[in-house]
């Protein structure tokens, strides 16, 4: 004789109500759809507003940097009639762009190379060694960051002069190396400490030396933190002015943001200011292009010690 059975009750997810029959209540779900929908909607339009807000002053400046003149105030929201090449060309050689342009590439270029190659040999020993006065150091660096720059300027001033690097591009590459060492060592000393213990103790069982563990082995495995860390120092470098407005004084060694201000400063008497936007333009470029190159690798390695 055979028998019925009833099947088995389906488990229920916690904190789901069930009905009679031991199946998870559909209709108890739904309020919670609701309002993850709803959330969803208002965060996705605060970050449409929030695009809205960036991309819309830098499409304008754009825009503007191929008009004329005359169509700068008279149409200042309407596109442009024709494109005026010449504005870019005129602020290139006769504003010496070019000339700004090579000797900020100089001093970010060595100031960032000094900065990450030093920065990640002193994080890696503050993250991976103890020794004493390991915490005292840590937080020396962390100091540098809440000191204000604005305090170290007068005797930064005498200590670059002083020294024979007034007026130079090495002696400006020196002055941002150590304005960025702060920020460089906090970020990567928290990177390393992610990073797995046993890949380096295995390099040492084979005989590998500290220098050959870090540069060969452990730096290749930090590349997501260094890219991070990288781009920050890159968009604090290249917008710098107060650093080499200072210890800068050379007409011919005058970085980016000195010769956007001294084209800026020439507009009462000239009135170029569709060759002020071609400059703003040049200027914003190699910071948008090195974030959206690495836009991935700037979030992974944010994210990576979360992930862990």
């Given at each position: ?5 009833t ?9 789901v109500p069930?009905?009679?029959t031991?199946a998870?209540?559909?209709?108890a ?10 959330l ?11 695009a ?28 442009p ?10 602020a290139w050689?006769?504003?010496n ?11 970010v270029?060595?100031?960032l ?13 503050l ?10 150091i840590?937080?020396?660096f ?13 005797p ?7 020294m024979?690097l ?22 990567l000393?928290?990177?390393f ?13 084979d ?6 563990t ?25 917008n ?11 007409p011919?060694?005058r970085v ?19 060759g ?23 979030v992974q ?8």
């Amino acid at each position: 004789m055979k028998t019925t059975e009833t099947p088995a009750p389906v488990p229920a997810e916690s904190g789901v109500p069930v009905t009679k029959t031991g199946a998870p209540d559909g209709n108890a779900a739904k309020p919670k759809k609701k309002e993850g929908s709803v959330l969803n909607v208002f965060s996705h339009g605060m970050l449409i507003l929030w695009a809205f807000m960036v991309v819309l002053p830098l499409a304008w400046a754009v825009m503007t940097s191929f008009k004329s003149d005359s169509a700068i105030f008279s149409s200042p929201w309407a596109l442009p009639d024709k494109l005026h090449f010449d504005n870019w060309a005129r602020a290139w050689t006769d504003a010496n762009m070019s000339d700004y342009f090579f000797n900020t590439i100089l001093v970010v270029a060595g100031s960032l190379i000094g900065t990450l190659v030093l920065g990640s040999m002193a994080a890696y020993v503050l993250a991976r060694f103890d020794f004493p006065g390991n915490r005292f150091i840590y937080f020396l660096f962390i100091g540098g960051m809440s000191f204000p720059i604005m305090l170290a300027l007068v005797p930064l001033f005498y200590v670059v002069n002083n020294m024979g690097l007034l007026n130079t591009i090495h002696g400006l590459i020196l002055v941002y190396i150590a304005y960025s060492l702060p920020f460089t060592v906090f970020f990567l000393t928290a990177f390393f400490r992610t990073l797995p213990t046993s890949v380096a103790e295995a390099a040492f069982v084979d005989g590998a030396s500290h220098t050959r563990t870090f540069f060969q082995i452990m730096l290749p495995m930090a590349k997501p933190g260094l890219i991070s860390v990288g781009i920050f120092n890159f968009l604090g470098q290249w917008n710098q002015y107060m650093l080499p407005t200072v210890l800068n004084t050379d007409p011919d060694k005058r970085v980016l943001t000195q010769g956007l201000v001294q084209l800026a400063a020439s507009q009462g008497y000239k009135g170029d200011w569709s060759g002020l936007f071609a400059g703003l333009v040049m200027a914003m470029l190699p910071v948008l292009g090195a974030y959206i190159v690495f836009q991935r690798q700037v979030v992974q390695g944010l994210t990576a010690g979360a992930l862990k």
